[in-house]
């Protein structure tokens, strides 16, 4: 157990449909992260928001909307993917976006898109 | 920027063994070195990073990596593994900010 707490842990879906992946910390953190994982590739750092505003946003396509209603819940929503955005989708935070902070990672989403 | 290079993508080793796991980098600056690990489905954990002070971090579970910032490695060691050591490795570095760049991973098995 974490405190970082990800929801569902595995999703299919088709290209056309609309999803949201879900994330949940329970450690008093103010930032917090999405990350792609990809088969033998580095991890991929995709958004950043601190105290619930986006502070990077790491060239990802517009298929990919995040969502930070407040410092505790993060969320992904994703429409008319495609099948090279099957991957591990990674939520994480810190206690803010300080350097050396050591940021807490979630279980991860399985994400398959057919 | 910093890059990330794990030298060595798959580490077998039979238990009660010792491993080491190579990490190379590359900065124009001071940096912050992390090193994380993931178990077969489940996300990343930190074993132990590196700030300032001491070269020598001892982390969880036995694991300690010794900073060198004139070979501007990292390397991860720990005397003797168990099979609960099978598992992914990352070595991730940060230098002025919160950004972490991680290389590509080192899957370490450990066989009876």
């Known amino acids: 157990e974490t405190g970082v707490t990800q929801t569902p842990r595995h999703l299919v879906m088709g290209m056309t449909n609309k999803k949201s992946l879900k994330c949940e910390q329970h450690l008093g953190h103010n930032a917090m992260y999405w990350y792609k994982q990809s088969a033998k590739k580095p991890l991929e750092l995709m958004f950043v928001?601190?105290?619930?505003?986006?502070?990077e946003n790491n060239s990802v396509p517009s298929r990919f909307s995040p969502e930070c209603p407040n410092s505790s819940h993060l969320f992904l929503h994703l429409h008319t993917l495609q099948p090279e955005d099957s991957a591990l989708y990674l939520c994480a935070s810190s206690p803010t976006t300080g350097t050396g902070n050591t940021i807490y990672f979630g279980e991860g989403s399985w994400l398959t898109v057919v | 920027a910093q890059s990330v290079t794990q030298l060595d993508s798959q580490v077998p080793v039979f238990e009660e063994a010792p491993v080491e796991l190579r990490c190379n980098y590359s900065?124009?600056?001071?940096?912050?070195l992390f090193w994380y690990v993931q178990y077969p489905n489940q996300g990343l954990q930190l074993l132990l990073k590196y700030l300032s002070g001491s070269t020598l971090v001892k982390g969880i579970n036995g694991f300690e990596a010794e900073f060198n910032k004139s070979q501007t490695s990292f390397h991860l060691r720990k005397p003797s593994v168990h099979i609960s050591d099978t598992a992914e490795y990352f070595c991730a570095v940060s230098d002025s900010d919160y950004k972490l760049s991680f290389g590509a991973g080192t899957t370490v098995t450990v066989r009876a």
């Open positions: 928001y601190n105290f619930k505003e986006q502070t």
């Open positions: 900065s124009s600056v001071s940096v912050y």
